[in-house]
């Protein structure tokens, strides 16, 4: 069994000095490296406007990213777009909806966010607003979940793209000497096979969060170590701590 000593987590480093990550490598003595696979990039101004959008018309935004909201602001203020004060926006939770306050003035009825975080939850109070005009702000892959429910509701809609999700490349000199890897999307396991077409699995531990991450690992003829949720644990982190401890119980090199 190989002894674990250096992880990659397929994350940008947690904000600040506290994070059960930075718990984890202290408490097991194990080298944590943040190193996204993955990166989102912006659409441009003349991609928007190939999609003839005009957000003005619509009386409602609905966010199911807060990377969304970053790029729609973003693209209104290059686009030069007036939004009118009377804009609605829905996001998924509280904390998404204190996030939008970083671009607009926070008034009472304007702002909605799903209780418990849950897209069915969103989509239900989506439908208590069927009068409004929605504009979903999506990524170019688009979301399964969102194109699931709009097949099936009447209210009135339209999707805007502006973001999509591009490889993350290493440099030719860059160290890859992990012992477990960490993913938590298809993309991940995409882009480590296009940095490394002749990359083997060998003894390395493959982990990840969400049945669609397993999926790709398993369909590209890797091994998932560790695959969360599971019937112990919901958390990543949690997970994790639980299988390095096992691990060097267990280990002989």
Known sequence: MLKIKNILVSQPQPEGTKSPYFDIA??????????PF?????????????????????????????????????IAKDGKVKIVPEM?????????????????KFRKRKIFSATSGKMNDLFALLEKHETEKFLFILPETSNEEV????????????????YRTVNNEFAKNEKFDYDMIIFFSPFGIHSLIKN??????????????????AQAIKDSGFRVDLE???????????ALEDFIQKNQKGSKK
Request: proline share 3%.
């Open 38 to 74: 993955i990166k989102v990039e912006g659409y441009t101004i003349s991609e928007f406007t190939k999609q003839k959008i005009d957000i003005a018309s619509y009386s409602a935004i609905v966010f199911v990213a807060r990377t969304g909201v970053d790029h729609f602001f973003r």
């Open 228 to 238: 969360v949720p599971n019937p112990q644990f919901s958390s990543i982190t949690l």
């Open 196 to 213: 490394f077409p002749k990359f083997e699995q060998g003894e390395m531990y493959f982990g990840c969060l969400g049945t669609a991450a």
């Open 88 to 104: 609605k926006y829905f996001c998924l939770n509280e904390s998404f909806a204190f996030y939008i306050q970083k671009y607009i």
């Open 147 to 162: 194109d699931k429910f709009l097949s099936q509701s009447t209210l009135k809609y339209d999707k805007a793209f502006m």
């Open 26 to 35: 202290t408490k097991y003595d194990v080298n944590i490296v943040f190193r």
